[in-house]
């Protein structure tokens, strides 16, 4: 029978020790080393004792060393062999699904570990940002047009390959749009006049409307330089007027302005009384 001790594992590389039995002198031959490494499926032949009568016993790995001890006739000898490893990096920890807030910067470090400390190199399958290549940070601040969910990819590779790993970014935005009259609505009395001007002041980076509920009726504010909304209703009859405005932005949160209940009234009909709306 042929002796064989082992094997051992460590990394992709799997290691034993067994007789040789290939030389037509074998009678009790010596003992050599031998490697099979998973990634190339190769065998290769560490230690070549011939026709040299040797033992290797107390075969053992250590990190990316080999340890054991050859013995001719009763001298043993400690030997130590050096391995390289050509393994795939991995992901460490794995990658988990993130979520930022609208208006908000991600942070995320992607972190891998190399056990033959190989240069490596990350890879994104996205248009909205770029993974740093060397370091795996991910710095990115999404837009409007991000909200939602996006799915992503990420591959890490070396001279062994490429590790890849799935994970998914949540755009939320949860907070409303702020809205106030633009400046402040002032209110004395009546208004002797057939018109009302309306004017708002509206802070939200997601915006989708700006809406007006005039006694009742919706109509959308399309009038604006960006920050501030406003509208001239006009022919207006006498009468009292219930106003209030909307903001809403395109994940659907809306605000509003307080309402206020303007009058309107001929001048010949009643004098002496002013209401300013600025």
Same mark, same amino acid.
Request: proline letters at 3%; one cysteine or more; charged letters at 15%.
């Given at each position: 029978?042929?002796?064989?001790?082992?094997?051992?594992?460590?990394?992709?590389? +799997?290691?034993?020790?067994?007789?040789?039995?290939?030389?037509?002198?074998?009678?009790?031959?010596?003992?050599?080393?031998?490697?099979?490494?998973?990634?190339? *499926? %190769?065998?290769?032949?560490? $230690?070549?004792?011939?026709?040299?009568?040797?033992?290797?016993?107390?075969?053992?790995?250590?990190? *990316?060393?080999?340890?054991?001890?050859?013995?001719?006739?009763?001298?043993?000898?400690?030997?130590?062999?050096?391995?390289?490893?050509?393994?795939?990096?991995?992901?460490?920890?794995?990658?988990?699904?993130?979520?930022?807030?609208?208006?908000?910067?991600?942070?995320?470090?992607?972190?891998?570990?190399?056990?033959?400390?190989?240069?490596?190199?990350?890879?994104?399958?996205?248009?909205?940002?770029?993974?740093?290549?060397?370091?795996?940070?991910?710095? =990115?601040?999404?837009?409007?047009?991000?909200?939602? *969910?996006?799915?992503?990819?990420? %591959?890490?590779?070396?001279?062994?390959?490429?590790?890849?790993?799935?994970?998914?970014?949540? +755009?939320?935005?949860?907070?409303?749009?702020?809205?106030?009259?633009?400046?402040?609505? $002032?209110?004395?009395?009546?208004?002797?006049?057939?018109?009302?001007? +309306?004017?708002?002041?509206?802070?939200?980076?997601?915006?989708?409307?700006?809406?007006?509920?005039?006694?009742?009726?919706?109509?959308?504010?399309? @009038?604006?330089?960006?920050?501030?909304? =406003?509208?001239?209703?006009?022919?207006? @009859?006498?009468? $009292?007027?219930?106003?209030?405005?909307?903001? %809403?932005?395109?994940?659907?949160?809306?605000?509003?302005?307080?309402?206020?209940?303007?009058?309107?009234?001929?001048?010949?009909?009643?004098? *002496?009384? @002013?209401? @300013?709306?600025?």
């Amino acid at each position: 029978p042929i002796y064989i001790e082992g094997p051992e594992i460590y990394g992709n590389k +799997i290691v034993w020790s067994s007789e040789n039995r290939m030389s037509k002198y074998c009678n009790g031959c010596s003992d050599n080393l031998y490697m099979y490494d998973l990634a190339t *499926n %190769k065998i290769t032949q560490l $230690t070549f004792h011939g026709e040299t009568r040797k033992f290797q016993r107390g075969l053992s790995i250590y990190e *990316n060393r080999i340890v054991w001890s050859e013995a001719t006739e009763n001298t043993p000898d400690n030997y130590i062999y050096l391995m390289t490893i050509s393994e795939l990096p991995r992901f460490v920890p794995h990658l988990t699904n993130q979520e930022v807030e609208l208006g908000s910067t991600l942070i995320y470090d992607v972190n891998t570990i190399d056990v033959d400390n190989d240069e490596f190199t990350f890879y994104d399958n996205v248009s909205q940002f770029d993974i740093n290549a060397e370091t795996g940070l991910i710095n =990115w601040t999404p837009t409007t047009s991000d909200l939602g *969910n996006l799915s992503v990819e990420i %591959k890490v590779g070396n001279s062994c390959g490429l590790t890849t790993e799935n994970f998914s970014i949540s +755009i939320i935005d949860t907070t409303y749009p702020k809205i106030s009259y633009n400046p402040t609505t $002032t209110i004395s009395g009546y208004l002797t006049q057939n018109y009302i001007f +309306i004017s708002v002041s509206v802070t939200e980076i997601s915006l989708d409307s700006v809406i007006l509920d005039f006694n009742g009726t919706n109509e959308t504010i399309t @009038s604006n330089d960006g920050s501030n909304w =406003w509208i001239n209703k006009t022919m207006l @009859s006498d009468g $009292t007027y219930t106003i209030k405005v909307y903001a %809403k932005d395109v994940a659907g949160n809306l605000n509003s302005t307080d309402p206020i209940n303007i009058t309107l009234i001929a001048e010949s009909t009643f004098s *002496n009384s @002013s209401v @300013s709306i600025t």
